[in-house]
């Protein structure tokens, strides 16, 4: 199994939740982050002051799938997130060594 | 051994302990779904969880030689047990606790453990609690309802004694604990009752409150009647009532979940009012009507806590009542009527009352509240607001302010707001189920006006760059406003906010609010969702969104509200709803539509064939002619539209017919204390620059003041300034003196600076002393067709003059001119060219310093 996580654009993340679910990926974690890639940030001007914003709001999507989805999930998540312009995100993907189900105890199968 | 053992004798045939646990479950389990699980039942197990542990302890006694007793605490010293309910108990020892003690206390718990039982054990020596432990709340309130389970009754009747007894060192703290332990436990639910999915153990209003309320009236009137004032029948009554509503839906949780869960959802709600079997023949108004019992119980219960902590703490200082209006005085208990007779004829003059509350920083009194709502009955929502002067009265309570949220509850709670208003009491503890709302819609609504009133109070911390813009608006009650009636249409399933204005309609005609301020209350509640769309669920770096926030805002103003009503509206869904990272989001969409708004709308100007032309000219006056709109119209920016509405934009057709090269007409007119200022002329050098002069000259403050011109030429100069010494007030000829003064220095026949000098010199002086930060920004981006010019200063007198006649001086022509006045703080924007285009870099330079001169900025750097 692979965790997939996604940092995508805030507006994203409905159109690829609904993409993944099509793939019947099961559990998946939003998270709120900050962060920038290579646009590193700019800066903006309110009343005539400059400001620096070098941190994004950006959405955080993880999911854990079988090895043989990764790739389809890869291309919904690539296909839905990108607008082609910069800040569009990253996808990474990280192998999952154990995966247990708290409640039961029970060991998934990776 | 010394224990005097209740009866529980082992013997060989008895029943397992597991076998009595498990039979008295089931004993408990058939009542619960008979929808018994209240009191009686939750005794009944806790009597038989008492013989299972006598009999262990009776199993365990041998292991130790010292006095000890067995004492149920908490909720089972209250014999609250319910079917998954921890059991709290307090191991107490007459003696040193040694091996053998704790060989006990083992052979105590393990079977415990092993029947599955969470327990809360807590293991004391008797002379530890000579003193109070004041560092374990929890412990402190779990002892009030201790009760001798098992062993030695001397360790116990002791112990009742020390915690219990008339010289007990235990009781003040007990009550600190009780009063700190509730404020964290409602904190925690954000302080309101109205729970869409509550915990019916711990939220406000529910199960704990009860208990915390007869342990209060315990503590702190021991062996006398009890006295907490409630107004819904006997206190007994009233708490018993509640309890056993609150114990049997908790059993009924208990029984569904098989767990110690006791958080009412959605899904629990509709199980639950069919097992009731609520009134309502389908499962959402059996929810409502079983839900509609819970805010009844929880309602009362934190009216009767609040007065029992009153009661417990009651306020320092002397018993004495002070006057602080027609009919109104102030004493400990809060504000109330001195002639009751008086004021139950009187409804218009109840908005007093709170008013007088918020201005003392104290509440209403209970029995002014109680008077009210015996009352409030017979008065039609007319008769609250007769005259104008009602109506300044609840727009200015309406205010933003510590204690605003707190008046409005009251009013709430009183049925005052839903008499005032009946179209408020349509959402009346509406429930509204989705996965983000916590709370009934009456609630959310009054909630985001708290999270509003927060952002006004000065010594809040938190979103000090919302509540900068909220202390810039003239109008925030208008937000207010807007708030109280935002999700009135909630009643229905309907678009909301469409029939939220729908509703809003009949409240703003009968506090006869003026059409512009009811114009502006209709657009945000309206538009009440938009900008949090726009700023969460569009891409915050697509110019396009800020652009499309802006033509729909349109000004400033409507923009600032407009945030801040979104800002209140999402913090009220939930407590953890409004993040710093949708704060953030939320702000950054502010600016870039601010900036799209003040720098960047030169390029949009109104052309030809727009919509909104043909409209005017559809609906234009006889006398205008078709052609007359077209010519006026065109080549101003959009935003001329935004700012006046059709009657004014005829007006000035009609100033700018015909117009000679050097005349200068204007129309002049009063809205409560503020002046509006329109200058229709010729374009020419140096009119801006003029006006603000000649406004100066008459010492006028001006508030707002805008410039632009079309392609025929004309200027349109619109002003909005207070007459702080009521010249034109107190002076007949004081319009047309100002006129002509107008006419003379435009025309080049006066000339001004002279006239200012003196004036200027002083100004000069005064500058020194204003400690506000001063800016000058160029800005190249955000127009294709000019150069803007941020400047910031010192509001003071005659600034906008020496600003513009410094722009002017540099040979630049000044387009379009945005400023606005907050306060100590003057906010102006010029669009400016030179020659027809943008300015140079060069000239930038040279200008800016000019600038800094004039504004002060230079000095400040120095």
């Known amino acids: 199994m692979k965790l997939v996580k996604a940092i995508v654009r805030p507006n994203k993340v409905d159109e690829v939740k609904d993409a993944l679910a099509a793939y019947n990926v099961g559990g998946m974690t939003v998270t709120e982050v900050r962060g920038h890639g290579r646009q590193r940030g700019h800066s903006a001007v309110y009343r005539g002051r400059e400001y620096e914003v070098s941190l994004l709001p950006k959405m955080k999507i993880e999911a854990v799938v079988p090895d043989e989805m990764v790739e389809e999930v890869i291309d919904a998540i690539m296909s839905t997130a990108r607008t082609g312009e910069i800040g569009d995100g990253r996808v990474f993907v990280i192998p999952v060594e154990e995966s247990r189900n708290i409640r039961t105890g029970e060991l998934d199968a990776v | ?862």
């Open chain 2, 1 to 862: 051994m010394t224990t005097e053992q209740p009866a529980a004798d082992v013997s060989v045939g008895e029943p397992s302990l597991a076998e009595i646990l498990s039979a008295a479950r089931d004993e408990y389990r058939a009542e619960i779904r008979l929808v018994r699980g209240g009191a009686q039942a939750a005794k009944d197990y806790s009597t038989r969880i008492d013989g299972l542990l006598q009999r262990i302890h009776a199993e365990a006694a041998s292991q130790t030689e010292t006095p000890v007793a067995l004492v149920a605490i908490g909720g089972y010293g209250r014999r609250h047990l319910c079917l998954h309910s921890d059991i709290d108990l307090l191991i107490l020892f007459d003696g040193p606790i040694a091996a053998a003690e704790e060989r006990f206390v083992k052979a105590l718990l393990h079977p415990l453990w092993d029947l599955g039982f969470e327990v809360g054990h807590q293991v004391r020596q008797l002379s530890e609690l000579e003193q109070a432990e004041t560092d374990n709340p929890e412990f402190l309130v779990a002892v009030v309802d201790s009760r001798f389970l098992a062993g030695d009754a001397r360790v116990c009747a002791r112990f009742d004694t020390l915690i219990h007894g008339p010289e007990s060192v235990w009781r003040q703290p007990t009550v600190e604990a009780l009063v700190g332990l509730f404020a964290e436990r409602h904190h925690h639910f954000n302080a309101t009752i109205y729970q869409l999915e509550p915990d019916v153990k711990e939220a406000p209003g529910a199960l704990r409150d009860v208990v915390a309320i007869r342990a209060l009236v315990a503590l702190t009137q021991p062996g006398t009647a009890r006295s907490v004032p409630t107004t819904s029948g006997r206190l007994d009554e009233a708490l018993d009532e509640a309890e056993e509503f609150f114990l049997r839906i908790r059993s009924l949780l208990h029984l569904q979940h098989r767990r110690n869960l006791n958080t009412l959802s959605h899904d629990d709600q509709e199980a639950v009012a069919e097992r009731f079997g609520s009134p309502g023949g389908e499962a959402r108004g059996q929810v409502e009507a079983l839900m509609s019992v819970y805010f009844h119980h929880t309602r009362i219960i934190a009216r009767i806590l609040a007065a029992a902590i009153t009661e417990a703490n009651p306020p320092i200082g002397p018993g004495t009542t002070k006057p602080v209006g027609d009919n109104i005085r102030a004493s400990r208990d809060g504000i109330g009527f001195v002639d009751t007779v008086r004021a139950s004829l009187q409804p218009r003059t109840w908005l007093h009352a709170f008013q007088a509350a918020i201005d003392e920083g104290c509440p209403v009194s209970p029995e002014a509240l109680a008077f009210i709502e015996r009352h409030s009955d017979r008065y039609t929502s007319e008769e609250f607001f007769p005259g104008t002067s009602e109506r300044d009265l609840f727009l200015h309570l309406l205010t933003p302010k510590p204690g605003l949220y707190e008046r409005l509850s009251e009013m709430h709670e009183s049925g005052l707001l839903g008499r005032m208003f009946p179209e408020f009491r349509k959402i009346y503890c509406r429930v509204i189920r989705d996965f983000y709302h916590k709370y009934t819609a009456d609630e959310h609504t009054l909630l985001t006006i708290r999270n509003l009133s927060e952002l006004a109070d000065p010594n809040a911390t938190r979103r000090r760059r919302f509540a900068r813009v909220l202390a810039e608006l003239r109008h925030p009650e208008l937000i207010v406003l807007a708030l109280l009636f935002h999700d009135v249409g909630k009643w229905t399933n309907r678009n909301h906010a469409e029939e939220s204005v729908r509703m809003a309609e009949g409240p703003l005609r009968r506090l006869q609010v003026p059409p512009e301020s009811i114009r502006t209350v209709e657009f945000l509640i309206r538009h009440h969702l938009q900008m949090s769309v726009a700023a969460f669920r569009r891409d915050s770096e697509d110019p396009e969104v800020a652009r499309q926030l802006a033509r729909l805002v349109g000004t400033e103003d409507r923009l600032k509200m407009l945030c801040l009503l979104t800002l209140a509206d999402i913090q009220a869904v939930g407590p953890d709803t409004l993040t710093p990272w949708k704060e953030d989001l939320l702000w950054r969409l502010y600016v870039d539509t601010y900036n799209r708004i003040t720098l960047g709308y030169g390029d949009e100007v109104i052309a030809s064939g727009q919509s909104s032309i043909a409209q005017l000219r559809a609906h234009r006056p006889p006398e205008i002619s078709e052609r007359q709109v077209s010519d006026f119209l065109e080549g101003l920016p959009q935003r001329y539209l935004r700012l006046v509405g059709p009657g004014t934009v005829y007006a000035h057709i009609r100033l700018s017919r015909d117009l000679e090269p050097d005349e200068v007409r204007l129309t002049l007119d009063k809205h409560d204390d503020v002046c509006g200022l329109s200058v229709v002329t010729k374009d020419r050098p140096r009119i801006f620059s003029n006006v603000c002069g000649v406004l100066s000259y008459f010492g006028m403050d001006i508030l707002r003041g805008q410039a632009m011109s079309n392609r025929q030429n004309v200027v349109i100069d619109l002003f909005r300034f207070v007459d702080a010494d009521r010249f034109l007030e107190l002076n007949e000829s004081g319009p047309s003196e100002l006129t002509r003064l107008l006419q003379d220095v435009v025309t080049g026949n006066v000339e001004l600076t002279a006239m200012l000098k003196g004036r200027d010199a002083a100004a000069r002086a005064q500058r020194g002393k204003i400690r506000v930060d001063s800016l000058v920004h160029f800005d190249h981006h955000y127009s294709d067709r000019y150069t803007v010019v941020e400047i910031g200063g010192a509001n003071q007198w005659g600034l906008l003059y020496r600003i513009s006649r410094v722009i002017s001086q540099h040979g630049c022509d000044i387009d379009l001119v945005l400023i606005s006045t907050e306060g100590d703080r003057a906010i102006d924007v010029f669009h400016l060219t030179r020659n027809g285009a943008k300015l140079s870099r060069d000239m930038e330079q040279d200008l800016r310093a000019d600038l800094e001169q004039a504004v002060g900025a230079a000095d400040e750097a120095r």
